[in-house]
């Protein structure tokens, strides 16, 4: 056997125990556990009542169907298929994306054999994206249409990449940024296709359900998780870290909103109004650095403003932690700067956002109480490590330039 092939044998062994292992220890518990009490129940719902609120579902899914209302009828030919069979077809799709997303990553830089199959690795050991597809979630179509849109911008097809990312907001409200990013940065034709996504899923939500259903919508599914902060183990954003060290382990299986103290509130400010303000001068002087290949730059734009999207989401959930991903295959294709401590930043960064989706058995203990205002936020610290490796290739702008060797972690 010649050495790509001993290589990719190794990838699908490891691949495979991998599998194994996340999907056997991976939360949920219940397999399909979103789509089964939020995707399915709203769609059958719309199939056999017509256009009705699709988050009011019964007791067990009191949320329901939390995006837009009119979304839910793409659901619609699942619920045809009855329960069991949908769920293992909402599945197949899931898999069929990822494989395509992998496809897609590949074109994303210049890959040597090596960083090939460390993405291939990276993408089968990925907790968060077995989360995803154990929950029956849809966070794993939206790192495709995310990268699709990266590739349309390279070619130019400014409109068709706007129509897509416009898609990942309505599915992931906080990819909404990418909006304000482009209209920052002037790629009016990039907002356009964004605008017409989002303006004509609204208006058709309206003709279709009217005004009352989508207000309703709003105020059930959207309000509450703005003023609020959600302590859940599977809550990794800055606010859910904050209201986990105020709690601890008392409420980390605890998904409804709590009201935060004015500590909180004061801390939660300074914490994103420094990030803010260091991605806005990384955009800027990256801006202005002639001298970065436009493709790098874009991509390095791109990645900061997906990871800063993440982090400082009110609400960012274990599985939007894969959408890291694609800055890492870009980092892998040498399309992001490096340099030692860039690299041990993205690697500690992937490691740790990478983890398995698991509820630790935490007691009312010393160690509990430290691990559950610590360990238990590793995916956004793992975030926030691959957000300090974007924004330092950034800000040294006066720095030779150097891109990482396909193969470097």
Known sequence: MNTAGARWLAIAVLGIAAQFILWSISEPADLFSDFYKAYFPAADRLWTEGAVETWKIDEAAAVGFVNLPILAWLFVPLALL??????????????????????????????????????????????????????????????????????????????????????????KLPLLIFGLYFLLRGRWRVVAGGAGAIGGAALLSLLVFGLEINIGWYRNCVEPFIGGAIPAFNVQSIDGFLARLMAGQALLLEWTPIVTPLWHKIARSIILSAMIALALIAVFRLVARTTMPSHDRDALEFSIVLVFAIVASPVSWSHYYLLLLLPWALYLGGRLPDDPIARRLMVGGMLLASLPVIVLPLGPDIVGAVASRTIISAWLFGGLLMLAALLRGALRTNAPEAKSPAAAP
């Open 82 to 171: 009855g329960e069991p069979a949908a769920g293992f077809a909402f599945l197949a799709l899931g898999v069929a994306a990822t494989v395509a997303t992998f496809v897609l990553l590949l074109r994303t830089g210049d890959f040597n054999p090596t960083s090939q199959a460390v993405l291939a690795l990276s993408i089968l050991a990925n907790g968060p994206l077995i989360n995803s597809l154990r929950e029956g979630n849809t966070t794993h179509f939206v790192l495709l249409l995310l990268v699709a849109a990266l590739l349309l911008r390279r070619k130019g097809a400014d409109f068709a990449a706007g129509l897509a990312l416009g898609l990942c907001a309505l599915i």
